[in-house]
């Protein structure tokens, strides 16, 4: 197993397409390889050929409104004759090391299977709402205060990104945006723009969305306040002489069917993404708690895969000590009297947001008495989670 070189970037590409089943046109390999050779590409290999490959993406996301150094896993792949072999396994085991000397101090990844990557410490971090409207679905609102404009491609990284960043701090899990992702990442052919100006010209919510075949589907909706969500619903319905239908993806806790005259719309909520802290004590360091002083919580963390996470945590104002566990038990050589005890994707779906510590409590999987309980509960944020990206 070892880091594929530039000149070997063309492998992975022919592996990715083998295994996702797709074909890149070969106009667009250049620049396909040029993204590849941005990325971090692991690979394992047998009788010199490349057996299996992951990629690690540097990047970066917000949670409880701070930012944290994040390693996207992405295009793991094996070709079939290798599977089963354990290669992805050790391909996985081996990017948490290289995230944590990176100081990534938590991962992301889109899961072919939940189940499988559970198993290496990988737990849900966002779903995703889709809401699936008939023509006579949309009917206008009440009129907004401000106008919609469309925009070009060169102009969307300048307006959309702020209110893109001012979006995403309202939830935990959002991605940092820069100018090349928008353009490479986030646009395809065929896509527009659109933002709301509120009536004292700030620009406050846009929409990112295609008409295609008499379908309106809108891939962001994003608003900063109720007068921009009405201005662009009511410029959508402006397609109405255009479309028999449309979809709009959203986060799971989006009202807008509430505003609608007929709310009972097609609403599929699935999970999407899947998030995994790589550094336990690294990310508590950073992690925003809101203790008071004299307040401090000890967490007992198990992570099979990931050694340097197994141990005793004590979170208090300002610092946070690591008792390390024994090393041969991953566990504390003597039953913690006091704490909160669970394992790595726990921690990462309570710590995210993802799920309350009430739930996961109740469901047996967080050990320990009610007061320390309610205390993790007031120390973390209670943000939902959000994912609008793909990698």
Known sequence: MRKL??????DALRLSEYA???????????????????HAVWGDFEDGNLAAKLHI????????????SMGGIASVATYPEYRRGGKVAKLLRHSLSEMKENGQTISFLHPFSIG??????????SNWKKLTLKKEDFVQLTPASGKVRRIRLEDVFEQLNPIYEAFANKFNGMLKRDEYWWKNRVYSEGDLFATYQNSDGKLSGYVYYKVK???????????????????????????????DGGTILTNEGDQLPYLLQNPKVKSEVEAYFMARIVDVENFLINYPFMLDEGESLFMHIHDEHAAWNNGTFHIAPHEVKVFQANSQTSSCTHPPKRGLRCNINTLTAVLTGYQSPEFLYESG?????????SLLKKIITNKETNFMDFF
């Open 365 to 373: 999987l967080i050990e320990g008495s009610e007061q320390d309980l």
């Open 57 to 68: 993406i540097d990047l970066h996301t917000w949670i409880a409104g701070t930012r944290f």
């Open 5 to 10: 070189h530039e000149d070997e970037m063309i």
């Open 20 to 38: 996702f089943q797709y074909d890149v046109p070969k106009e667009d390999v250049e620049k396909r390889l040029k993204a590849y050779s941005e």
């Open 213 to 243: 075949e008499r379908n309106l589907e809108v891939e962001e909706f994003v608003a900063l306040d109720g007068d921009a969500r009405k201005g662009l619903w009511n410029y959508l319905c402006q397609h109405d002489s255009m479309i």
């Open 116 to 125: 499988f990557y559970r198993k290496f410490g990988w737990e849900i971090l």
